[in-house]
């Protein structure tokens, strides 16, 4: 289905003048958040490897935009398009660097780049260490390069909002022992929110992360979520039944983002429908 950013209901302007970065953001869950902040009034810098990654999965954009940068213009913000793998901690901190020298400081960070890339066998007691090592590289250390180069940056000005991406995966065991490389980084990426959080709260960073469930992105949807028979199958673990659309995920981007959030710092919330209730 095709978004047309520029017809879409105004938002409060609840982040105008502030500055967010978005990793992993030219499709899919990323994309949803940059436009949300975009909508909200945030200035936003869209990062990933590919800024034109929407094509791989047929992800349609606004019409006459040719990438998620030319989106967040359409909703006259400014916008800055940067290609950075978050794996190389060098292209990080320029990244960055880049961002506080162009657009003046970074408020929000989102950190959304990642995802179950690595294919083979994802047993626990077979998966490839290599394989578990590139799992844990796009995961956490991607989290954990983008943190530790934003940190300095809104640590000196006292104040400044963080939002991990874990997932449900991360939060339980299920599958019989399958998909363990990804759940374990993303395990650790919620543990590694809670320690960057303590850290932070002295400065005035509230540090948060989201765990989504069975959400409809184009990746998912592509890999056959939206099939009668996966929804058919998924459905049945979610109390809310149904699927989850990548706005619904975006939306608690927003209240972390946001002074309704202020009190509100190290928590891990599951975005799932219901799927992870304890």
């Known amino acids: 289905m095709t978004i047309d950013v520029t017809t879409l209901e105004p938002l409060p302007q609840t982040l105008a003048?502030?500055?967010?970065?978005?990793?992993?953001?030219?499709?899919?869950?990323?994309?949803?958040?940059?436009?949300?902040?975009?909508?909200?009034?945030?200035?936003?810098?869209?990062n990933d490897v590919d800024l034109r990654a929407n094509r791989e999965y047929d992800e349609a954009l606004t019409p006459g935009c040719e990438s998620v940068v030319d989106e967040v213009r359409a909703l006259d913000r400014r916008a800055l398009g940067l290609v950075a793998d978050v794996t190389d901690e060098t292209q990080v901190r320029g990244m960055v660097e880049q961002v506080v020298a162009e657009l003046g400081t970074i408020d929000i960070l989102v950190c959304n780049a990642g995802g179950a890339l690595v294919r083979g066998p994802a047993l626990a007691s077979e998966v490839p260490i290599v394989d578990f090592k590139?799992?844990?590289?796009?995961?956490?250390?991607?989290?954990?390069?983008?943190?530790?180069?934003?940190?300095p940056v809104m640590k000196a000005q006292r104040r400044g909002k963080i939002v991990t991406v874990g997932s449900q995966s991360g939060l339980r065991a299920q599958g019989?022992?399958?998909?363990t490389s990804y759940s374990v980084a993303k395990a650790a990426i919620h543990q590694y929110t809670r320690k960057l959080a303590a850290e932070l709260g002295p400065f005035g960073v509230n540090v948060n992360c989201i765990a989504p469930g069975w959400i409809l992105s184009s990746?998912?949807?592509?890999?056959?979520?939206?099939?009668?028979?996966?929804?058919?199958?998924?459905?049945q673990e979610i109390a809310l039944k149904r699927l989850g659309e990548p706005e619904d995920c975006a939306k608690v981007v927003e209240f972390l983002v946001t002074d309704l959030s202020d009190y509100v710092t190290g928590q891990i919330i599951p975005v799932c429908g219901g799927v992870c209730l304890f």
């Open 219 to 235: 990746r998912a949807i592509a890999s056959g979520r939206g099939s009668t028979e996966s929804r058919a199958r998924l459905e």
């Open 134 to 151: 590139r799992m844990m590289d796009i995961n956490l250390i991607g989290t954990i390069h983008a943190c530790q180069a934003v940190a």
């Open 176 to 179: 019989g022992g399958g998909g």
């Open 17 to 46: 003048g502030h500055v967010a970065l978005v990793t992993g953001a030219a499709r899919g869950l990323g994309r949803a958040y940059a436009l949300r902040l975009a909508r909200l009034g945030a200035d936003v810098v869209v």
